[in-house]
């Protein structure tokens, strides 16, 4: 499975950029989800995720309520919508897929290149 995330860029202080996340080689209807960010000087951390049926979903704190994760499997995408963003959500952002469809999996099994988001105050 090859995924490309896309959707960063500059993006003031309360702005609601969406990520994407497309996969090749194989279809993400099976795959737990994740994103994951990685900010500069700091480790890579998680943001979201959904089960393969997007019935589950789970977040970080401090995005809960500004963040919403998603899928259309019909288009083989993930989406991460964020909303309100803060100077402090500036990070590389990735995505990733788990074989086992779980949306709660410690160890993913594919990622993407990561896009980068940089908010300004």
């Known amino acids: 499975v090859q995924l490309q995330a896309s959707g960063g860029g500059l993006v003031q202080a309360g702005g609601s950029p969406r990520l994407s996340c497309a996969a090749s080689?194989?279809?993400?209807?099976?795959?737990?989800m994740g994103w994951f960010r990685q900010a500069p000087g700091k480790e890579r951390e998680f943001v979201a995720s959904?089960?393969?049926?997007?019935?589950?979903?789970y977040y970080l704190d401090s995005v809960k309520g500004r963040f919403t994760i998603s899928r259309d499997n019909a288009k083989n995408t993930v989406y991460l919508q964020m909303n309100s963003l803060k100077p402090e959500d500036t990070a590389v952002y990735y995505c990733?897929?788990?074989?086992?469809?779980?949306?709660?999996?410690?160890?993913?099994?594919?990622w993407g290149q990561g896009t980068l988001v940089t908010v300004s105050s």
């Open positions: 990733a897929a788990d074989r086992s469809g779980s949306a709660t999996t410690k160890e993913y099994d594919y």
């Open positions: 080689g194989s279809t993400l209807s099976l795959y737990g």
């Open positions: 959904i089960s393969w049926s997007g019935s589950r979903t």
